[in-house]
């Protein structure tokens, strides 16, 4: 199952205030990007956060789960949680690098 557009909405609103905002439709699914940085990944309408050191006391006692075949365990944040969903995409925020741009191929 899809995520709605909707549901990411939402989790945008959740987040105001927390940095500059955008997400991304990919497969079917979304990346919401804070500062530029791929944070939040958004599956079936669930939230999920990447697993990091520096969350570990922040989130004790959070589901875990994986957001699609492949991919590794990340900690899933009810979005309604605001106070949470926030402290966690703040500390994530801290701890990620921007992404390096992808070079294009010259023909």
């Known amino acids: 199952m899809a995520s709605s557009e909707g ?3 939402y ?3 959740q987040l105001e205030d927390v940095g500059i905002l955008r997400y991304r439709k990919m497969f079917g699914e979304f990346c919401v990007y804070v500062n530029e940085k791929p944070i939040v990944l958004v599956c079936d309408d669930r939230i999920y956060l990447k697993k ?3 969350l570990e006391e922040v989130m004790v006692g959070q589901e875990v789960g994986v957001p699609y075949d492949g ?3 990340r900690w899933v944040v ?3 949680d605001r106070e949470l ?4 995409v703040e500390i994530l925020d801290a701890v990620t690098p921007v992404p ?3 070079k294009r191929k010259e023909k």
């Open 11 to 13: 989790v945008m609103e």
């Open 52 to 54: 990091v050191a520096e």
């Open 85 to 88: 969903l926030r402290e966690a």
């Open 71 to 73: 991919a590794s365990e």
């Open 78 to 80: 009810d979005v309604d």
């Open 100 to 102: 390096m741009p992808k």
């Open 7 to 9: 549901f990411v909405e």
